[in-house]
C-alpha cells in the first residue's frame, strides 16, 4: 500500500457512544471498559484478540483498532444495525503517535504481521483488497484471506485523542438525524457506500 493513499482512518461505534468519544477519545477494548458505552465487538472475537500479544509483549486488546475503509466484513456482519451506526473519520496523522503499529490483515488472525507504519510496513499491505469493493471469491480459501486482508488494522495504544477526529460518516438521513440530535457538533456526511446500502 502506498501510504499517501491513507486520507482517513475509519473506527465503527454506535451514535449513541459519540459524544463521549469526543470528550474521553476514542479508547481501546481494555480502557472502554471503565465508561457506560455500548459495544459492537463481538464477544467471541474479542476473546480471540484477548489471546493476541504484539511485538514488545501488548496484548492487542490495550489498542485502540482503525481500520483504513470500514467498508469491510466486521461492517458486513452489523448491516442491519447501520441506522445506529456511524463511522468516525480518524487523521492519518495518528500514524505518528508513540507505539502506532500497522497490519498487513484482521490482527487476531494468526497469518497476520505486525510492523511499525513505515515504507516497509505500508508496503506488506495489498492496497488492492483494502479497498476494494467486494472480497468474495469462487474459491473459498482464496475469499478467506481476503477477509483477513480486507480487515487490516492500525492499532493505536490506550487512547485515540479526540483532537484526531476530524468528522463522521453515517449511512442514511435517519442515523444523520439521529447524530445532529446529540448535539455533539461533529461533522458528518452520509455515505451509503461504506455500511452496505
Not at 498487513?104 to 494468526?110: E, W
Request: with cysteine.
Amino acid at each position: 500500500m502506498n501510504r499517501s493513499r491513507v486520507r482517513e482512518l475509519h473506527y465503527i461505534t454506535p451514535i449513541s457512544n459519540i459524544q463521549s468519544i469526543l470528550e474521553h477519545g476514542v479508547l481501546s477494548h481494555s480502557r472502554a471498559r471503565n465508561y457506560e458505552h455500548q459495544s459492537v465487538a463481538n464477544p467471541s472475537v474479542q476473546a480471540q484478540r484477548a489471546r493476541v500479544a504484539l511485538p514488545g509483549g501488548r496484548n492487542l486488546l490495550s489498542y485502540v483498532n482503525l481500520y483504513f475503509d470500514a467498508r469491510n466484513p466486521m461492517m458486513y456482519t452489523m448491516k442491519e444495525d447501520h441506522e445506529s451506526l456511524a463511522v468516525l473519520r480518524i487523521d492519518p496523522s495518528v500514524l505518528e503517535l508513540p507505539g502506532v503499529m500497522i497490519t498487513d490483515g484482521n490482527a487476531a488472525r494468526g497469518l497476520t504481521r505486525f510492523s511499525p507504519p513505515t515504507d516497509d510496513g505500508f508496503a506488506l499491505i495489498d492496497e488492492g483488497v483494502v479497498f476494494a469493493a467486494y472480497w468474495t471469491h469462487s474459491d473459498l480459501q482464496i475469499q478467506d484471506e481476503r477477509k483477513r486482508v480486507r480487515c487490516a488494522e492500525v492499532l493505536v495504544p490506550d487512547c485515540v485523542p479526540p483532537a484526531y477526529i476530524k468528522g463522521a460518516h453515517v449511512s442514511c438521513q435517519s442515523s444523520y438525524a439521529s447524530l445532529e440530535a446529540t448535539e455533539c457538533g461533529i461533522l458528518a456526511t452520509v455515505l451509503e457506500r461504506l455500511f452496505f446500502r
